[in-house]
């Protein structure tokens, strides 16, 4: 057992501690480093990031995952309510006087139980407007379907959210889920739109559960592959789900809509056997079916390594390539997902579309991606604007699935901001 002491602390975070009201401590044992690490106030950021960035240099950031762990007693509670909070030593994005945070907070599971769901909240310098600051929920990509995939958990989450320093610069707070069953125990629901939907919409609440962050009910969603599937859904979910918050704007790059036909589309390439795998992986374990139903024996073990993969970065991409290799001289399925039940079924109900859209809607999709097909992206658009949506729609000539937020990220953050000056919202169905 490993523990930190004060004198190991510099000056500057000895003052800060001084300042602790009784009772309360931000020094604890680095084997737990959640014990006393808990937000108290500005005052503190200091101790709290030099107590825990020491922990780390100390060697013990595989013990800094405990901090995901929840206690008996720790879930039951308001949906959106704080569990946990604690420094992301250097997790803001360089140069831009932020602070970081790694929070643990209440959601709310598929079958209405209280669950634990952590995630990230960035918060730009300086005091916050009277009125409060706006929100950007960030949902991102696909990352995995297993526990060690949440990107909370990653030593670079700000350089894998699009324009954060801009964000950071307009003086909104962006907040950042993992989903559930990401850093926190449990299966991810992977795709499942309810679930995700919840997630984003609990951590615009945790946001506003945070006081420093001076964060006001009004937000936007912002997200890009699984995020746009994320973000849809938040849409469609939050006047329902969380009255109390006011939703601006949906902002989706190369969105997962249509399930059936985007995971028809891509059943042939290695990105699309990749969330193939995942997809099937997370649906077996959420509904008790066994993948081996579905699965060839021989390809169980290359089939699991890929659905338990964690994909990180750009690099990421071509050690999917390599572990899906050896499914090439065999047979993968022994049917078509998209075609049998109870897989199809899965895909059908959590294809967003199916209910009011919430809020005006941006999608963005670049021309040159094969993984979200841009004739279905632009079928969902066309979709919305049916459904009375206004619809701002960015095709991207030559930009792959990957780049789709990148390249889209300033129109976005134009459009959002926009939204919450009150503007009208442009939209490409009156053309």
């Given amino acids: 057992m490993k523990w930190l002491h004060l004198s190991l602390i510099s000056q500057e975070a000895k003052l ?31 101790a709290a990031g030099a107590a825990l960035a020491l922990c780390l240099s100390l060697g013990f950031g595989q013990e800094a995952r405990a901090l995901y762990d929840v206690q008996p007693g720790e879930v039951s509670g308001k949906p959106g309510s704080i569990i946990r909070v604690w420094p992301f030593a250097g997790g803001g994005p360089s140069g831009a006087g932020s602070t970081a945070f790694r929070i643990l907070y209440r959601s709310t599971g598929l079958d209405g139980e209280p669950i634990a769901v952590s995630g990230a909240i960035f918060i730009p310098p300086g005091a916050p407007p009277a009125e409060g600051r706006n929100v950007i929920a960030w949902a991102h990509p696909t990352s ?66 945070l006081p420093d962050a001076g964060a006001s009910n009004r937000f936007a969603v912002w997200g890009h592959s699984q995020g746009g599937h994320a973000s849809l859904y938040t849409g ?9 918050l006011k939703l601006v704007g949906v902002a989706a790059a190369a969105p997962a809509t249509y399930l059936i036909e985007l995971f028809d589309a891509d059943k042939a390439s290695p990105t699309g056997k990749e969330l193939t795998a995942m997809a099937l992986y997370a649906w077996s374990k959420l509904y008790r079916d066994p993948a081996t139903s579905l699965v060839e024996p021989a390809a169980m073990p290359v089939f699991e390594k890929m659905a338990t993969d964690c994909i990180e970065s750009i690099a990421e991409f071509a050690a999917i390539e390599n572990a899906e290799k050896p499914l090439n001289q065999e047979t993968y399925l022994k049917a078509d997902p998209t075609e049998v039940e109870p897989w199809r079924g899965i895909m059908q109900r959590n294809s967003p579309g199916q209910e009011p859209a919430g809020a005006p809607v941006f999608l963005a999709q670049g021309t040159a991606d094969t993984t979200v097909r841009p004739e279905i992206t632009k079928q969902f658009g066309e979709a919305l604007c049916k459904q009375g949506t206004r619809v701002e729609f960015i095709l991207l ?17 134009a459009w959002m901001g926009d939204r919450f000056r009150g503007a009208p919202a442009p939209s490409v169905c009156e053309h």
């Fill in 236 to 244: 469609e979910l939050a006047a329902s789900y969380a009255p109390d």
């Fill in 144 to 209: 995995g379907v297993v526990e060690a995939c949440a990107p909370s958990l990653m030593p670079d989450l700000a350089g894998q959210i699009w324009g954060l320093a801009e964000m950071m610069a307009k003086g909104y707070v962006v907040v950042a889920t993992d989903y559930p069953g990401l850093g926190t125990p449990g299966i991810h629901p992977y795709l499942i739109g309810v679930s995700e939907g919840r997630a984003v919409l609990d951590s615009v609440r945790a946001a506003r559960d």
């Fill in 16 to 46: 800060a501690v001084a300042k602790l009201p009784e009772g309360q401590a931000i020094i604890g044992r680095c084997d737990q480093p959640g014990v006393g690490m808990h937000y108290i106030d500005h005052g503190l950021r200091l």
């Fill in 397 to 413: 000539n030559g930009v792959s699935h990957t780049f789709a937020a990148k390249d889209s990220v300033g129109q976005a953050l």
